[in-house]
C-alpha cells in the first residue's frame, strides 16, 4: 500500500510562483512513474508533468519551461515536487499527484490541493 499526501498549493498572482509537495510513505519501492494532474470544473484531469523511474520527465505543452518536476528519497519516503513559476490564471485548478506501480492495476492519487492564480 502506497499513501499519497500533498501540501501547498494555495492563492498566487499571476507571474508569481508556488511549489506543491506530495509525499508518498508506505511500500514506496512499488512505484514505477510518477506524474502530476490538474482538474478544472467540468474538465477532465489533464496531465501536468511526468516522472519515469529513470527520472526522464515531461511536461504539458502549456507549462513547458515554467514548470519543475522533482523527486527526492528518504528512507521509505518519496518526495514529489512540482514547482511552479510565472504562473497564469490558465494555471488554476485541482492539482494531483499520482504513483503507477508495479502492481498490475494497482496506482494511488493525491488528495488534490487547489492552486487559484488571480490578481
Known amino acids: 500500500q502506497v499513501d499519497l499526501v500533498q501540501s501547498g498549493g494555495g492563492l498566487v498572482r499571476p507571474g508569481g510562483s508556488l511549489r506543491l509537495s506530495c509525499t508518498a510513505s508506505g511500500n514506496v519501492y512499488i512505484i514505477k512513474d510518477v506524474a502530476w494532474y490538474r482538474q478544472t470544473p467540468g474538465q477532465e484531469r489533464e496531465m501536468v508533468a511526468t516522472?519515469?523511474?529513470?527520472?526522464?520527465?515531461?511536461?504539458a505543452d502549456s507549462v513547458q519551461g515554467r514548470f519543475t518536476f522533482s523527486r527526492d528519497h528518504a528512507l521509505n519516503t518519496m518526495f514529489l515536487y512540482l514547482r511552479m513559476e510565472n504562473v497564469k490564471p490558465e494555471d488554476t485548478g485541482v492539482y494531483f499527484c499520482?504513483?503507477?506501480?508495479?502492481?498490475?492495476?494497482?496506482?494511488?492519487w493525491g488528495q488534490g490541493t487547489q492552486v487559484t492564480v488571480s490578481s
Open positions: 516522472m519515469t523511474r529513470w527520472n526522464a520527465t515531461t511536461y
Open positions: 499520482h504513483a503507477d506501480t508495479y502492481v498490475v492495476g494497482q496506482d494511488h
